[in-house]
């Protein structure tokens, strides 16, 4: 028999989720029971979620504003009549709301399909902007949005610098004061990110940009997981261009910002419609950017009642608790200022892959620094930058567990996390070759 959403048939109940409007429901799409979800974060409750910075679950509140675009405010923005006006009205007043939230003007504001589309946006309209400039001057630390799409460019002349950083990551503003000192007039534009998606290492993007104003080139940089965690404020920041996400802070996923300055030159990536000032073709997506203003709202909210501090103490907490249990695990950038939502932690002789499938399987979901291509291990590039870490053992490459928290991960979640990650790690360790692993001090330095 097949349940439904009021007679739910329990063999076949799924988890719960909360509809907009606040009545908790369950759903049935399943063939057994998987889930159960806590109504108010959306998650489920068995499973301590530790992967923030790789999405968010979406804030109730969101699913609720959204839901009343769908059903109300479902026209055409673009469409003259009443309907589509209304539609107009949602999509404008989200516009002032995200672009208050950043301390920008409404005008500066582009609605995007994600980061990836506004960092592909901002460096592809620089460069065809500065025409006579085919030098992109980046961090070797960058997501692969920045990275692979300057890959892609260089078949067609695009040259990329990237600078070099310390043992945490951190780029060398020096270097780039240099730089832009012999090769300033050849530059397009330098993109360096806010912040780290795996380490959570924050770059000196004020020093950044004021170097560019100083020599006259274009500054990007991916703010997509700084937004919405930490405040923003264009207005007193040497951006030109500043892309993120809602899906990192609890809005959906697929919809994001391009912040351009005002008279900063611009090339629509998406060509057709002349939607968004031209600066994006393609109909609004009203309903997540609704949701995107409302994931504002709830941040700012957030700011405003210390939520930052608290989780920074929350984040020293844990890390405090996971190098008691395992003294011989290494923090990633540890010694730079860094994001309170990411701890990359690596654990001596182990690869992440391992240590994650096993962390899931007791109920921990974590993401690491490595990819997986072609049934190869890769080390990530972040990880490779910051250079060999006392984590490596022999010929284990040398990965990271990323841990990364969201504004509602408790100091409890996190203690049940700190002992299965030690019960998972001591196991792994011991199971390797029959003995503790020693530190990498002790190994060829080479
Ligand atoms: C730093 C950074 N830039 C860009 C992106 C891409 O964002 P999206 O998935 O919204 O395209 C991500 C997402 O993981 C990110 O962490």
Redesign the pocket.
Same mark, same amino acid.
């Given at each position: 028999m097949q349940g439904n959403l009021d007679t739910p048939d329990p063999d076949r109940v799924r988890g719960y989720f909360m509809p907009p409007g606040g009545k908790t429901g369950r759903f049935t799409t399943g063939t057994r029971p998987v889930l159960l979800y806590n109504q108010r974060t959306v998650k489920p409750v068995d499973m301590i979620y530790l992967d923030h910075? +790789?999405t968010t679950p979406m804030a109730p509140e969101v699913m609720g504003a959204m839901q009343e675009v769908v059903s109300e405010q479902w026209a055409n923005p673009s469409s003259i009549h009443r309907l589509g006006q209304l539609a107009k009205r949602r999509l404008e007043g989200a516009r002032e709301r995200v672009s208050a939230f950043i301390g920008s003007e409404p005008d500066e504001i582009v609605f995007t399909g994600?980061? $990836?589309?506004s &960092?592909n946006t901002a460096i592809r309209s620089c460069l065809r902007e500065r025409s006579d400039r085919r030098l992109v001057v980046t961090s070797q630390v960058e997501?692969s +949005? &920045?990275r692979e799409l300057l890959e892609d460019l260089e078949p067609t002349g695009v040259e990329t610098l990237k600078l070099p950083n310390d043992s945490n990551g951190v780029v060398d503003v020096e270097a780039l004061s240099k730089l832009l000192a012999e090769r300033g007039d050849e530059t397009a534009l330098v993109s360096v990110?806010w912040?780290?998606?795996e380490t959570g290492v924050i770059e000196p993007v004020g020093r950044v940009g004021a170097l560019c104003r100083e020599h006259g080139v274009l500054f990007h940089s991916?703010g $997509?997981?700084w937004v919405g965690k930490m405040p923003a404020d264009m207005s007193s920041m040497p951006f030109d261009m500043l892309?993120f +996400?809602a899906? %990192?802070f609890h809005g959906p %996923?697929g919809v994001?910002v391009l912040y351009t300055r005002r008279n900063t030159p611009y090339h629509s990536l998406v060509i057709g419609g002349g939607q968004e000032g031209g600066r994006r073709g393609g109909t609004e997506n009203v309903p997540g950017i609704v949701g995107l203003s409302e994931a504002c709202n709830l941040s700012e909210a957030w700011f405003k009642s210390g939520g930052p501090d608290h989780m920074s103490s929350v984040r020293a907490g844990f890390e405090d608790g996971l190098l008691e249990m395992l003294p011989d695990a290494c923090i990633n950038g540890r010694e730079a200022d860094r994001m309170w939502s990411t701890t990359s932690v690596g654990f001596p002789g182990l690869e992440s892959e391992l240590v994650l499938l096993m962390l899931s399987e007791h109920g921990v979901c974590a993401s690491s620094g490595s990819a997986c291509s072609s049934g190869a291990l890769k080390p990530s590039k972040v990880i490779e930058a910051i250079g060999r870490q006392p984590c490596q053992v022999a010929d284990v490459p040398y990965g990271a567990v990323r841990l990364s928290l969201g504004r509602e991960t408790t100091s409890e979640e996190l203690a049940k996390a700190t002992t299965i990650i030690g019960d998972v790690v001591n196991r792994l360790q011991e199971d390797r070759d029959g003995v503790s692993v020693q530190r990498t001090e002790q190994l060829d330095p080479s």
């Open positions: 910075n +790789a994600g980061g $990836t589309e &960092v997501h +949005a &920045v990110m912040a780290n998606n991916d $997509t997981q892309s +996400a899906h %990192k %996923k994001g």
